[in-house]
């Protein structure tokens, strides 16, 4: 058994209860819900094998506008299927998200805020974690890495789906964020929050129609018939969360990679990495997301564009980390890539 929680977080819940992996699969796991205390409280879901984990820590960090189910849902859960084959599981929620949010703290008013969060965690946890994000939580995690470039607290980073460039899929991102861009940074839009679970809930509530829509729409969160019905309804209406405008305005500004504030000590860093993106992603083009493999300074660099060759589908946004054909695809090559850097 690996070390346990130390003293500086505030355990909230420990038991051991059956979580649903995905298809038949279930499994008896350690559920904690732990508080990282401070004038910005930070909530982490922590999944383990019951006796403890006897791999090292995975941190989940999920991306703009959502919180821990991201991960983690009662049919089909990455987090649980991670802890299950040994590995310590951490979902974090950032400031302004999820319990982070409710149980007493502040709001996200600008990126920075993000991975000053990942980097508070990984300076309380008792050994380094690999870190695990979706969308702008990989962002955030190159960017935390980029603000400790000499010594980064992280064993590798994977980035799934996650932005390095952006606003150049289809046309209306690339529309909106032109609009946005209009907006002087320094007009200050750090305490405006719009929340997206109504949305979350209407969707869910239209899901066939949206899921075929999905075909004709130039943006979507799926590829079309990769997730069921009632696992895509509960990720919308759970899953949905706070968009902070300020981090929006920022993100507008990211049309190259140049232009990201984490670029340059990207480039210095030698961390590990593995860039993962889906072929049909129409939130996020493979080449905006591509440039962080590209850009990543270290020799240890991983580059997989999930396509047709795999389950015989395409990849979306969302249905790359909890999609049907996720669990036997994108998973044991997440898998894969840590366990031979353990």
């Known amino acids: 058994?690996?070390?346990?929680?130390?003293?500086?977080?505030?355990?909230?819940?420990?038991?051991?209860?059956?979580?649903?992996?995905?298809?038949?699969?279930?499994?008896?796991?350690?559920?904690?819900?732990?508080?990282?205390?401070?004038?910005?409280?930070?909530?982490?879901?922590?999944?383990?094998?019951?006796?403890?984990?006897?791999?090292?820590?995975?941190?989940?960090?999920?991306?703009?506008?959502?919180?821990r189910f991201s991960w983690d849902t009662k049919t089909r859960s990455l987090s649980a299927w991670l802890a299950a084959r040994g590995w310590d599981v951490w979902n974090l929620e950032l400031r302004g998200h999820g319990r982070s949010r409710r149980r007493g703290g502040t709001k996200a008013t600008m990126f920075s805020d993000y991975p000053d969060d990942l980097l508070r965690l990984a300076d309380a946890m008792s050994e380094k974690a690999f870190w695990i994000g979706h969308s702008l939580g990989a962002s955030v995690a190159y960017a935390a890495v980029a603000d400790a470039h000499e010594s980064p607290p992280t064993r590798g980073v994977v980035g799934i789906g996650g932005l390095y460039r952006f606003g150049q899929a289809g046309w209306i991102l690339p529309t909106v964020s032109r609009v946005t861009r209009k907006i002087p940074l320094a007009v200050n839009l750090g305490d405006i929050q719009v929340h997206t679970g109504l949305s979350g809930r209407i969707m869910a509530r239209l899901f066939p129609i949206v899921d075929m829509a999905a075909y004709g729409m130039p943006i979507a969160g799926w590829w079309p018939g990769s997730v069921e019905p009632e696992l895509a309804k509960e990720r919308m209406r759970r899953g949905f969360?706070?968009?902070?405008?300020?981090?929006?305005?920022?993100?507008?500004?990211?049309?190259?990679?140049?232009?990201?504030?984490?670029?340059?000590?990207?480039?210095?860093?030698?961390?590990?990495?593995?860039?993962?993106?889906?072929?049909?992603?129409?939130?996020?083009?493979?080449?905006?997301?591509?440039?962080?493999?590209?850009?990543?300074?270290?020799?240890?660099?991983?580059?997989r564009i999930f396509d047709d060759r795999d389950g015989l589908t395409h990849w979306g946004h969302l249905d790359i980390v909890l999609g049907k054909r996720a669990p036997d695809h994108v998973w044991p090559a997440l898998h894969e890539w840590l366990e031979h850097r353990q």
């Open 241 to 303: 969360d706070y968009i902070p405008v300020r981090v929006w305005q920022e993100m507008a500004s990211w049309v190259e990679a140049d232009n990201v504030p984490w670029d340059d000590g990207w480039r210095k860093a030698k961390t590990p990495c593995l860039v993962v993106l889906g072929d049909r992603d129409s939130m996020l083009f493979p080449e905006e997301g591509q440039a962080a493999y590209d850009r990543a300074g270290g020799g240890d660099k991983t580059l």
């Open 1 to 67: 058994m690996r070390d346990a929680v130390g003293d500086r977080f505030v355990v909230h819940r420990d038991e051991v209860e059956s979580m649903h992996i995905h298809m038949g699969e279930v499994a008896s796991l350690r559920q904690m819900d732990l508080e990282l205390p401070g004038e910005q409280p930070l909530w982490v879901a922590r999944t383990t094998l019951p006796e403890g984990p006897n791999r090292p820590p995975v941190v989940l960090i999920h991306g703009f506008a959502q919180n």
